[in-house]
């Protein structure tokens, strides 16, 4: 499969690797999406384009979450960043959803959460 990353952000989350983990899959998209789902990450595709992968990892202050955007259209994949709009605003807007996942998780957790 071709990849191509478009927008990485991560962030901390002060509980433990397997809490976040089972918090974080509680907290995934409602909508038909495929799923590919490993020990400590997962992956959603959807469309022609999108694939969006998580992954936590232990941290010194309890678990680093990780989100990567990529571009996996087989064809056509120039059309990507035309259908997009050049992706103008991407990163900030998923960042800001992102930081917004991770401040559920944290109240769920009741602990802190912080985007890095």
Known sequence: MRKKLITEVSGVVAAPVDRVWRALLDDRPRYEMKTELGEHTVAYQGGWWYRGEWAVVADPEGTR?????????????????LVNKFFHGFDEQTRRSFAEGLTRIGERLGCAARLT
Do not use: F, G, K
């Open 65 to 81: 979450v990780i989100h990567r955007v990529y571009d996996v259209a087989e064809r056509l994949s120039w059309a990507v960043t």
